[in-house]
């Protein structure tokens, strides 16, 4: 990997996007290693990530100018299907993921942070989807996600003006969770991950899925996808345990993703 950095702290998975001397933008190489690291990641051992940018500048400062200068119009389609890909994998992604953004999250950085679960955020953060005084649209779900996350009126704003917005702005909205100092950022991100992975590993994920799933369907539909979850947590140990420890009154447990 030449631009992925990829660790295991206990059992949270850390992909750090290294690419300093871009401020972390996004180009085809970048893309394929996210796609190849998370191929990679062991989801029986490893219950939550953590994606983060390298350095104190930025996150995703955003996809790569330089390359996309000169792309045409079948290679653009390519290039937005490839990062649309990839952060579909983000976003199906069987475990929670957080965003830890640790400064600029522009364009395809506020994108990939928008796959994510959970996003938190550095103080010195900022946001923004600049596509339109690039001459183009956000290519990678920013019209779909930030809807979604921001509701429809904020997101509409923020993408017709490309105009950015720092971290206490972000949270005000509801784009992050939380805003920390930067020298806590990770700690923080990591202690959330942590708590999550406490848990049942097979309610996490089942959770994740009725969430996303459900999310796009009426809530008629949507019930039956959760009742079905819901009941295949039932006869694995993880349930036994759980439901046995509460019955004990007792703290410890001990889920095994099975």
């Not at 972390?24 to 940018?53: F, M, P, W, Y």
């Amino acid at each position: 990997m030449k631009y992925i950095l990829y660790e295991v702290i206990d059992s949270v998975g850390v992909i750090t996007i290294n690419r300093p001397e871009a401020l972390n933008a996004l180009n085809t190489q970048v893309l394929s290693e996210i796609k190849e690291t998370l191929h990679n990641v062991d989801i029986d051992s490893v219950r939550c990530l953590i994606i983060t940018g390298s350095g104190q500048k930025a996150f995703v400062a955003g996809a790569d100018i330089a390359e996309m200068s000169s792309m045409t119009k079948a290679e653009a389609e390519a290039f937005g299907k490839f990062g649309n890909d990839t952060f579909l994998d983000i976003e199906k992604f069987p475990i929670p993921v957080i965003a830890a953004v640790n400064g600029f999250a522009l364009g395809g950085g506020c994108e990939i942070s928008l796959a994510c679960d959970i996003r938190l955020c550095s103080d010195n953060a900022v946001f923004g989807q600049p596509e339109v005084g690039l001459g183009i649209t956000p290519g990678f779900g920013g019209t779909q996600r930030l809807v979604r996350v921001v509701g429809l009126s904020m997101a509409k704003e923020m993408i017709y003006t490309a105009g950015n917005i720092k971290a206490d702005q972000a949270l005000r909205i509801g784009l992050v969770n939380n805003v920390y100092p930067q020298e806590e950022l990770m700690e923080q991100a990591m202690k959330l991950a942590k708590k999550i992975a406490r848990n049942a590993p097979i309610a996490v994920r089942n959770c994740k899925q009725a969430i996303n799933e459900g999310i796009s369907h009426d809530i008629d539909n949507a019930v039956v996808i959760e009742e079905k979850l819901f009941s295949s947590c039932f006869e694995t140990h993880d349930q036994i345990e759980g439901m046995s420890a509460f019955l004990e009154k007792r703290k410890e447990k001990v889920f095994l993703n099975k």
